[in-house]
């Protein structure tokens, strides 16, 4: 497939994988945070971890939108697809995710009406031929999916659709990855940079890792080679004593990133004081939320939501996993209590969480021994 | 297969409703299967949860299954409800070992279907039966109240002749047998969702929808160097070897480059996230055969019109056990594991 192959080339890997060895500054170890999911995925999915030399660590981020989304959200969420007369729309990952009471797909069999949409688009359509009923958007995601929210809410605005509305639940990149860098228990020599995220906000929010952290960021794209690319180009940082801001990505990620998109979400978003994630706790000026001009397509104006914050169940380590600090393997209850047919967590549930990933595609891996500084 | 003995462990199922997740064809649904339907009707006929059952009446070995067939919509480019039932049915009796013989069919309609859909449907279902060489020996037709029967829904039930070449079941794979795949995987799975027309995605992608009986008596010459057969459905090619695997605690290596993806799925797979590895087929095989007779097998697929992209996938090796491993075309590998729920377009 055209644009597809030329980027899984085993041939070119090969080459690859030899010059990182090369390139290993003697004698370190590494540990590289792969920020996004959707790269974690591709790392297992290809066993791109098998390919890389002694002392260099993949970490697994926090970067998985349907994993951050924390006990009490999900609680919210069930409540407002329990609403009368609500059709609840989402994407289709979130609905296995558990509730303190359950998951949307139980809140579906007890009766809700929960549908699984492709985009928040399709969400808005389903008001304009359902007038009757009131549809809710269960809109997640850091900086890839919130434009697409923004742009919904700016379409149902123009169309005056008054039976929609959307339940915020959009993230920012940046404030997370300041609080795993500045959280004492993990030492994180580089980053790898999230590919999707930066085409929208474009590589300069990363600046501060590189300046304040003195930490080279690579942003890197999915595919394969993207990967193992990125990892080469963070090495060389590291061995020449480098940090800074480099674009693996560029042939989706600009710089600026994509105005319009930002334009889209600044006109219809603001800043949340504060936003609880799951593992990494109440962040200030973390969590987007739709601004006054919006309040009518607001689902947490329109509707009693509870609110409240659930702590995640005793046994889970997702916190952990989220932050890096512990490998999936490493849960206490990995593979026997959570799988991915009856997950206790949301990184198991998640097609880009670490769990879920590490349960389809790595089982046959011997455990690695962490990197402990 | 009559003599796939699965460990019965004690299944917990602790699901109070069913949700879409136990008719995906992965893991829910065999635990439900398992701790709801075997709790209560174990039988030595049904214990093995075969394809078929094989049942023995005076000397002779009948294999002997049924089907319910859901489809939205009920119309897709390469097939519909009607051809996909019998088809199904036919594969389910093909791959025991058997020759179908004759089928039953019980629609459930829904008030208000036109007739003219109905009559298209079961005009592709006797297409399907000539094709098939069966007959349609038996049925029964109900109808429901508007809004109760998702249009129309169509049960069957079959019997087939097992043929005395083969003994088949998963307890027959060696260590060093070869799987092979009749053809391209991923079509009907893929031309099913884009018939639903929610994904605005342009590709012309036909179901494979066939009878595949005569992909499975072309092998039957080999014997008892043919060791398991499966139509891969429901949960794709990934399901199906997990399947095996877990039953003859071997482990089946897959070589990601010699996997017969075409290139339209490949690339609706590609889109939306999802692997083509666990797409549905209606008219797919999956052959293991005895390393020695493996090319042999291979030219006896190509042989036929169906067969023409048969490719030898993988091997079976001892280690590690109840395992699917992938080599990937990328140097590195990766476990295959059972569909877990339904397969997701991914979020970003």
Known sequence: ?373 | MSNERRPRRKSRFHDERITLVHGAGGKASRNLVEAVFLEELANPLLDPLGDSALIEVGGTKLAFTTDAHVVQPLFFSGGDIGSLAVNGTVNDIAVAGARPIALSAAFVLEEGLPVADLRRVVASMAEAARQAGVVIAAGDTKVVERGRGDGLTVTTAAIGLVDDRVELGAEKVRAGDKVLVSGSLGDHGMAVMIARGNLELEVEISSDSASVFPLAESLFALGADLRWLRDPTRGGLATTLNELTEASGLCAVLEEKALPVHEQVAAACEILGLDPLYVANEGKLIAVVAADRAEEALALLRAQPLGAEAVIVGEIEPEPAGLVLLQTAFGGSRVVDMLTGDPLPRIC
């Open chain 1, 1 to 373: 497939m055209r644009y597809i192959d030329e980027f899984r080339s085993g041939e070119i890997a090969r080459a690859l994988t030899s010059e990182l060895a090369d390139a290993m500054p003697p004698g370190r170890e590494l540990a590289l945070m792969e920020v996004c999911g959707g790269h974690t995925h591709a790392i297992y999915k290809h066993g791109i971890d098998e390919l890389l030399p002694p002392g260099l660590e993949l970490v697994h981020g926090p970067g998985c939108p349907v994993c951050v989304i924390p006990v009490g959200r999900v609680d919210d969420a069930v409540s407002l697809a329990l609403e009368p007369n609500v059709i609840f729309t989402t994407f289709g990952d979130m609905m296995r995710v558990p509730g303190s009471k359950g998951s949307l797909l139980d809140a579906r069999s007890r009766g809700a009406d929960v549908r699984m949409v492709y985009s928040p688009l399709d969400a808005l359509e389903l008001a304009r031929a359902n007038p009757e009923r009131e549809v809710v958007f269960f809109a997640i995601g850091f900086e890839t999916t919130t434009p697409s929210t923004a742009i919904t809410l700016l379409q149902a605005r123009a169309q005056g659709v008054q039976n929609f509305t959307v339940f915020c639940n959009h993230v920012t990149i940046a404030p997370p990855l300041k609080a795993i860098l500045d959280a004492p228990e993990l030492r994180l020599d580089g980053l790898i940079a999230p590919g999707h995220v930066s085409a929208v906000i474009g590589s300069r929010p990363y600046d501060f890792i590189a300046s304040e952290y003195a930490r080279p960021v690579v942003v890197a794209g999915f595919e394969p080679l993207d990967i193992l690319q990125s990892v080469l180009m963070l090495v060389r940082q590291l061995a020449a004593g480098r940090a800074e801001v480099e674009n693996q990505y560029t042939r989706v990620v600009r710089e600026q990133g994509n105005p319009r998109a930002l334009e889209a979400i600044e006109q219809t978003m603001e800043l949340r004081d504060s936003f609880e994630w799951r593992g990494l706790g109440s962040i200030p000026k973390s969590g987007l939320r739709l601004r006054e001009e919006f309040a009518d397509w607001d689902a947490e104006r329109r509707y009693e939501v509870p609110g409240i914050s659930v702590p995640d169940h005793k046994a889970c380590q997702c916190g952990q996993v989220l932050r890096g600090l512990v490998k999936p393997w490493e849960c206490k209850v990995f593979g026997t209590a959570c799988t991915p047919e009856r997950p206790i967590g949301t990184c198991m549930v998640s097609s880009e969480g670490a769990c879920a990933a590490y349960y389809h595609y790595g089982r046959n891996r011997p455990k690695r021994v962490k990197i402990q500084t």
